[in-house]
């Protein structure tokens, strides 16, 4: 098959054209600083403006409680650090899971060098929080409750409002990293009791290094980033003016045709799950087959190495990827799937798809034809194989 088969759009997604036409005016024609106050600079500032109604109007909340930020990592990272420093007082203890992206986990872990102490609470074998657990977890010192809206490698999605619903029973500000979940499947922060939702354009073909996070009007978050006035004096620092208009314009393409897409891509996604269930051995699908992301696919490979399979693939022009784009290269195996109770080596055999609106039937059966072939051929070199085998 001629050119790239590109099954990684959980890592990034391709910007689209019509992202790309309303960018450009933005980089050479209006660029003026939407912060300065002459005439040129008014068509950035309408442009801030109009991004921050739409992006708004598409989560069900107001425009001032949408502050753009460089993507989701930096939003992850405001919204624990920041809900620490707001809520010294009462006391330094988060609430979050095993299956969060290192956005999280990395800066919870930072966040217990300086004192604060955190509760990672466990999944079941499709990646579900526990939600008795989670209950369990909270303390009266509890500040934050921090539950991704769907993972990042298995696609399962969480049961985000009846964690809303716990948090404001128990009056503690809930945050849910939503950089997967964001222009794939339906979010409403006040019908789903979202207080902060972070999320990123790269991941619904819209550019690299802008995002947002949403902070419900009320939350007296400390400024992250200090500096200038920008982000109503809450986040320093020139807004990326193409970045936001690109940012809406996806969100915009988005919600055009959400359910349609979703419809579309779970289609192929089971029919891909099942080929591959039905075809090669001693496979499992990662992730809740029914509470799950419209594009996700992971699989684990027995008598298999996930690095090799991906080296062979790739020489066949089919791009996937082991777990998360942001632990590439590292020798541990998943920490989601290790959390799901998966052996290690079973772990080291896993591959993530995701799929695009663009992605079609006829390179779904190519990539299967080649997992075989290769999966067959790594197999013949692993002893563990022929004793299965009998050999």
Partial sequence: MDGIIYLDNAATTKVSEGVLKEM?????????????????????????????????????????????????????NW???????????????????????????????ALEKKGCRISYVGVDENGIIKLEELKR???????????????????????????GRIAKERGICFHTD??????????????????????????LNGPKGIGFLYVRKGIMLPSFIRGGGQERGR???????????????????????L?????????????????????????????????????????????????SLLIMLDMQGICASSGSACTAGSLLPSHVLMALGLPEEVAHGSIRFTLSQETTREEIDFVIDKMEEIVGKLREMSPFYDEIRGR
């Fill in 24 to 76: 450009l005016p933005y980089f050479c024609n209006s660029y003026g600083n939407p912060s300065s106050i002459y005439e040129f600079s008014v068509q950035s500032k309408k442009a801030l403006v109009s991004a921050r109604q739409e992006i708004a109007a598409f989560l069900n909340c107001e425009p001032n409680e949408i502050y753009f930020t460089s993507g989701g990592s930096e939003s992850d």
């Fill in 235 to 257: 986040r320093a620092g020139t807004e990326n003016v193409p970045g936001i208009v690109g940012f809406a314009q996806a969100v915009r393409e988005a919600a055009k045709d």
């Fill in 79 to 109: 919204a624990l650090c920041g809900m620490v420093e707001a809520m010294a007082k009462k006391g330094a203890h988060i609430v979050t899971t095993k299956i969060e992206h290192h956005a999280v986990l990395s800066t919870c872990e």
């Fill in 178 to 203: 939503a950089v997967q979940a964001f222009g794939h499947i339906p979010l409403d922060v006040k019908a789903m009791g979202i207080d902060m939702l972070s999320a990123s354009a790269h991941k």
């Fill in 259 to 307: 359910f349609g897409r979703a419809e579309k891509e779970s289609a192929l996604r089971d029919y891909f799950m099942d080929e591959v269930l039905r075809r090669i051995p001693y496979v499992r699908v990662n992730g809740s087959r029914k509470m799950r992301l419209p594009n996700n696919v992971n699989f684990s490979f027995q008598f298999v190495e996930g690095e």
């Fill in 137 to 163: 977890a909270i303390t009266p010192e509890t500040v934050l409750i921090s539950v991704m809206a769907a993972n990042n490698e298995i696609g399962t999605i969480q049961p985000v409002a009846e964690i």
